[in-house]
């Protein structure tokens, strides 16, 4: 039996005989996927970095455990284990309770997961930049009589973004490109809607590459945007021969 292939430029196009809408769309839900795991990942950095610096023993040891951990399991394990495994142990769990059985969002499993991983590289990243700050800035803060958050805000934030950026702009292009291990899932991003066309046309070469240079155009937009933002943090700073 011969399949009927729709010609190549009724597949790439818009509409129901073709596949860029949907390659569109999937390219949307992966730039979201990133931004919320991204964001997340951020905030679990920030806390994580200012409780390693000034958090008691505890604090620390729990911290240093979560860096650890988290940087070292794969993130395709972690998914399995938060969306699959974590599913059927807390769906038991409720049926023990007489509770109905719950499906977890693809959606908030993908940010969960990327986001608790981007925490643990983005704890290190920021604790970095932090004591890249000098000291005798942070000590000037404390002789004026500001509060700590003051300090933090006014003092250490800005100077620790230019040691930060440059880090902050690698995990986000990481993030990108992890978005594709939520395919798993049957989350409707790039990576598994590439996978249904190519699937669906034959055409593997075709629309894998269309991926890969969807990927490039979005990494190459974001470092972009990383230069133009170290380039606005460090403005009035004696450049570097």
Do not use: H
């Amino acid at each position: 039996m011969i399949l009927a292939v729709a010609p190549l430029s009724d597949l790439l196009s818009f509409g129901n005989k073709g596949y860029l809408d949907e390659l569109m769309w999937g390219a949307i839900a992966t730039l979201e996927i990133s931004f919320l795991g991204y964001a997340f990942g951020c905030f679990l950095g920030l806390l994580g970095a200012v409780g390693k610096l000034s958090g008691g023993s505890l604090v620390k040891n729990i911290l240093g455990g979560y860096t650890t951990l988290f940087r070292a399991i794969p993130e395709l394990v972690l998914i399995m284990l938060i969306y699959y495994a974590g599913t059927n142990g807390l769906n038991q769990l409720l049926i023990s309770f007489g509770f109905e059985p719950i499906q977890i969002n693809q959606l908030l499993a993908a940010v969960f997961v990327l986001g608790f991983v981007q925490g643990a590289y983005s704890t290190e990243v920021l604790r970095a930049a932090i004591l890249a700050v000098p000291v005798g800035q942070v000590e000037a803060a404390k002789a004026y009589g500001m509060t700590s958050y003051q300090q933090f805000r006014r003092v250490v934030l800005p100077a620790m973004l230019p040691y930060a950026i440059p880090g902050l702009a690698n995990l986000w292009l990481n993030i990108t490109k992890d978005s594709a291990l939520i395919a798993v899932i049957g989350s409707s991003e790039l990576a598994n809607v590439t996978r249904i066309a190519a699937g669906g046309s034959k055409l593997y070469l075709v629309f894998y590459l269309l991926a890969a240079v969807i990927y490039l155009v979005i990494s190459m937009v974001s470092d972009q945007f990383f230069a133009w933002l170290e380039r606005r943090v460090r403005r009035g700073q004696r450049k570097l021969a």
